[in-house]
């Protein structure tokens, strides 16, 4: 059985969490037209969720090697929440060995308050993934909305696990 373990990103880690955010972006492509930048890179603002203590970025491990990653933010789309999952990624290789089920569980037993996990439309495994793993966590106690304006496009599950702690 593999070990899984995660960690908060640090300022250190930039270099990893940005390499991940290419992987995650380029896995994206089919759901989410982009193109590559000069460099031939898709490039995401890494930085704010390392120095912004409203943000974070939490990396995913097995066997001490890196495996995914979680970020989560207050830019939520419906009035009232206040907990975001950004973006949430795991690779390939790590998939299927639950460390999706277990980073979720991670990052909301954390981060307690009022949620929205957002996929968009046509990225069909990650809604069941995300309905499976929040009904799981919530013992179905969520709500999902569908949203196609200028806050969202997409589904949304909705939920609260409790007062917000800050500076996790």
Known sequence: MPEITFRKAEWQDKRVLTQLLEFYQYDMGE????????????????????????????????????AGFGLVDPDVSLAGNELWMGQFFVMKRYRRIGVGRLGARFLFDIY??????????LNLPAKAFWRRTIAEYTNGNFVEHEL?????????????????????
């Open 31 to 66: 759901y989410w037209p982009q193109d590559l930048d000069i460099h031939g890179e898709y490039t995401f603002a890494v930085d704010r969720y390392l120095r912004n203590p409203r943000l974070s970025a939490h990396l995913f491990l097995v066997d001490g090697k890196y």
């Open 112 to 121: 307690r308050g009022k949620w929205e996990v957002g996929q968009m439309p």
């Open 148 to 168: 196609h304006d200028e806050r969202w496009d997409g589904f949304i599950q909705c939920f609260d696990n409790g007062p917000t702690r800050i500076g996790a």
